[in-house]
């Protein structure tokens, strides 16, 4: 088995994919974020001591969505078209969605992921004053669409 991002000396580099065709590419992520009773209350009340938890969370997720390539070293800098993050408070965590769109000539699966990974962080900062507990969990590619190997969901579904 080979890996495209590994040299045949074992280093790692960037793959070249100018030779590649731009398509319409899209990813969606999701993760959550487990919390507190209290928590989840201050949430629903509109008590959380720093804010919008949720408002700070979304515009994080979409800016980090941006900045992928500053942070994933492999990772190749696209045109971010569009980002839609969701997050959905119930009774035990915050469920995050992010779903990233581009035309470009690789995927956003890692602009999805990363999206969803600072949106979660952004919820514990806001949140910690609360429950110093809060845990990130279940961070996943749930489905992908566009380029070569076409259009994929987990499960298969």
């Known amino acids: 088995m080979s890996l495209n991002h590994l040299r045949a000396d074992g280093t790692a580099h960037m793959i070249d994919v100018s030779a590649k065709s731009v398509t319409t590419r899209s990813a969606t992520a999701q993760g959550r974020v487990k919390l507190s009773a209290a928590a989840v209350d201050a949430l629903r009340g509109g008590t959380v001591p720093k804010g919008d938890a949720i ?11 941006k900045r992928t390539p500053e942070l994933v070293p492999l990772a190749h800098p696209v045109a971010v078209h569009a980002v839609e993050v969701d997050l959905e408070v119930h009774d035990d965590h915050v469920a995050i969605t992010a779903t990233v769109r581009t035309a470009d000539r690789t995927g956003v699966e890692m602009e999805a992921l990363t999206c969803v990974s600072v949106a979660a962080l952004a919820m514990i900062d806001m949140i910690k004053a609360v429950d110093r507990e809060a845990v990130i969990d279940g961070v996943m590619v749930t489905a992908k669409s566009g380029g070569r190997s076409g259009d994929w969901v987990r499960g298969g579904a």
């Open 55 to 65: 408002g700070v969370a979304r515009i994080a997720g979409i800016q980090a969505a």
